[in-house]
């Protein structure tokens, strides 16, 4: 590797014989058997180096590959769970997120209330006259003087013959006719007043100065964001509405409930006011309430949203609330009796009825013999349906109002309005007793 010139160092893959560099290892070998054979004992030790450093190589490299492996792979699970777990240094960017929030809400808002004002001086007495409606618009915005303006600020073209200046309704500012935005009036007036009816919308139709305003991007998309949020804001979703929905049928259950409850205590008390087939009317009503509650209720707990979250959690809510309504409130209803025990009630009341009115015409008997001083006399017998004597009453208005009210109750049962059965009822009794007073008082 050294030279015969002690000052010069030679590197590389040189020929011990002729100091040769050959650049690599097998033209090295290769040099030294064409040119150097007589030198084979060289060669062979030539060999034997190479051989020797090449293995060593190859160990170390496969050794050190090995252990890296091994070091690697190799994980100590005692040691990672005995070790202490510090949490490392944190910070909380939620005021900065809120502050930086609330600015550029802030900057949005004041922004677009601005341009709503200014939008309501612009409908609010329109001219229709072109050239009166433009000095409407410059009187309720002012319009920013293009005069030393020769570029559109949004494309940078130049305004020329064909391309001219237009100014933003809302802000004044100077913009070209392709980078104008109109906006509908009909649209604008919505916007102003949400309560306003809104226009039908004609995707046919084409938006000029005639019927929209003249608006640059900046303004129209403030003045869009805000008709997205009142339609936003006015809009129900699907899971809002069937909830109503249910919340609707719950509320015609509870009086419904009621009602049947105060039916069937009617035909236990042995009153004629209801019937069976009124109460079974009323237990089917609130059958299908509760087929329509437990049917809005499985679509709302359907309803796609992700599990864990709370939208998933009140959606279940209210299926469970439904489930135990419908199970504990219009299922457990009471039972009805029996068609025996409600004839059996019946006949008992009428026989009480049929002793209190024969004690009143006993008691009136009295009292007439003893206003009279006549002697006393036996009580008439009782009249009964099939020995009463019937006297001409086809004119008597008690009658006609009788049959008037039966006719509404025959209306309000088809109906399956109970509560006015239950009053037409209560004004039918009134009259049936006091046409029986009058029938005794005649016959006394």
């Given at each position: 590797?050294?030279?015969?010139?002690?000052?010069?160092?030679?590197?590389?893959?040189?020929?011990?014989?002729?100091?040769?560099?050959?650049?690599?290892?097998?033209?090295?070998?290769?040099?030294?058997?064409?040119l150097?054979?007589?030198?084979?004992?060289?060669l062979?030790?030539?060999?034997?180096?190479?051989?020797?450093?090449?293995?060593?190589?190859?160990?170390?490299?496969?050794?050190?590959?090995?252990?890296?492996?091994a070091?690697?792979?190799?994980?100590?699970?005692?040691?990672?769970?005995?070790?202490?777990?510090?949490?490392?240094?944190?910070?909380?960017?939620?005021?900065?997120?809120?502050?930086?929030?609330?600015?550029?809400?802030?900057?949005?808002?004041?922004?677009?209330?601005?341009?709503?004002?200014?939008?309501?001086?612009?409908?609010?007495?329109?001219?229709?006259?072109?050239?009166?409606?433009k000095?409407?618009?410059?009187?309720?915005?002012?319009?920013?003087?293009?005069?030393?303006v020769?570029?559109?600020?949004?494309?940078?073209?130049?305004?020329?013959?064909?391309?001219?200046?237009?100014?933003?309704?809302?802000?004044?500012?100077?913009?070209?006719?392709?980078?104008?935005?109109?906006?509908?009036?009909?649209?604008?007036?919505?916007?102003?007043?949400?309560?306003?009816?809104?226009?039908?919308?004609n995707?046919?139709?084409?938006?000029?100065?005639?019927?929209?305003?003249?608006l640059?991007?900046?303004?129209?998309?403030?003045?869009?964001?805000?008709?997205?949020v009142?339609?936003?804001?006015?809009?129900?979703?699907?899971?809002?509405?069937?909830?109503?929905?249910?919340?609707?049928?719950?509320?015609?259950?509870?009086?419904?409930?009621?009602?049947?409850?105060?039916?069937?205590?009617?035909?236990?008390?042995?009153?004629?006011?209801?019937?069976?087939?009124?109460?079974?009317?009323?237990?089917?009503r609130?059958?299908?309430?509760?087929?329509?509650?437990?049917?809005?209720?499985?679509?709302?707990?359907?309803?796609?949203?992700?599990?864990?979250?709370?939208q998933?959690?009140?959606q279940?809510?209210?299926?469970?609330?439904?489930?135990?309504?419908?199970?504990?409130?219009?299922?457990?209803?009471?039972?009805?009796?029996?068609?025996?025990?409600?004839?059996?009630?019946?006949?008992?009341?009428?026989?009480?009825?049929?002793?209190?009115?024969?004690?009143?015409?006993?008691?009136?008997?009295?009292?007439?013999?003893?206003?009279?001083?006549?002697?006393?006399?036996?009580?008439?017998?009782?009249?009964?349906?099939?020995?009463?004597?019937?006297?001409?009453?086809?004119?008597?208005?008690?009658?006609?109002?009788?049959?008037?009210?039966?006719?509404?109750?025959?209306?309000?049962?088809?109906?399956?309005?109970?509560?006015?059965?239950?009053?037409?009822?209560?004004?039918?009794?009134?009259?049936?007793?006091?046409?029986?007073?009058?029938?005794?008082?005649?016959?006394?």
């Open positions: 590797m050294a030279t015969a010139n002690d000052d010069e160092i030679l590197e590389g893959f040189l020929c011990p014989i002729c100091k040769a560099d050959l650049k690599s290892a097998s033209q090295l070998t290769n040099h030294f058997e064409s150097h054979q007589e030198d084979q004992d060289v062979k030790s030539l060999k034997d180096i190479f051989g020797k450093a090449k293995t060593i190589i190859l160990n170390n490299d496969n050794a050190d590959l090995k252990e890296t492996f070091r690697a792979l190799k994980f100590n699970y005692q040691d990672y769970y005995d070790e202490e777990q510090v949490i490392g240094v944190s910070r909380s960017s939620t005021d900065y997120f809120k502050g930086v929030r609330f600015s550029r809400l802030e900057r949005y808002a004041t922004e677009t209330n601005k341009l709503l004002i200014r939008l309501d001086k612009l409908i609010c007495n329109m001219p229709s006259d072109p050239h009166q409606r000095i409407h618009e410059q009187d309720a915005v002012p319009w920013l003087d293009g005069s030393s020769n570029l559109c600020p949004n494309c940078a073209k130049p305004f020329h013959l064909t391309r001219r200046q237009h100014h933003c309704r809302l802000c004044g500012s100077i913009l070209c006719h392709d980078c104008s935005v109109f906006l509908d009036i009909e649209v604008a007036k919505t916007i102003i007043n949400p309560s306003a009816p809104k226009p039908v919308s995707p046919e139709l084409k938006l000029t100065e005639k019927n929209g305003l003249r640059c991007e900046h303004c129209y998309n403030l003045i869009k964001l805000r008709k997205q009142q339609e936003t804001r006015n809009t129900k979703t699907e899971l809002v509405t069937a909830y109503e929905e249910m919340r609707s049928l719950m509320e015609q259950a509870k009086p419904a409930v009621a009602m049947y409850e105060k039916m069937c205590q009617s035909l236990f008390d042995g009153e004629t006011t209801y019937n069976m087939s009124d109460v079974n009317a009323m237990r089917g609130i059958g299908k309430l509760a087929e329509g509650i437990d049917l809005l209720s499985k679509q709302i707990v359907s309803f796609p949203a992700e599990p864990g979250t709370r998933a959690r009140l279940n809510a209210i299926r469970q609330a439904a489930g135990h309504y419908i199970k504990e409130d219009l299922l457990s209803l009471r039972k009805l009796p029996t068609e025996a025990q409600i004839e059996e009630v019946r006949r008992q009341r009428y026989e009480r009825a049929e002793k209190q009115i024969q004690m009143e015409r006993e008691r009136m008997e009295r009292e007439r013999q003893r206003r009279e001083g006549a002697p006393g006399a036996a009580p008439p017998p009782a009249l009964t349906p099939a020995g009463a004597q019937h006297d001409d009453d086809d004119d008597n208005p008690l009658l006609e109002q009788m049959n008037i009210i039966r006719g509404y109750i025959k209306e309000a049962r088809q109906e399956l309005r109970f509560e006015e059965v239950a009053i037409l009822e209560a004004n039918l009794k009134e009259l049936k007793k006091e046409y029986k007073l009058q029938k005794l008082s005649s016959r006394s």
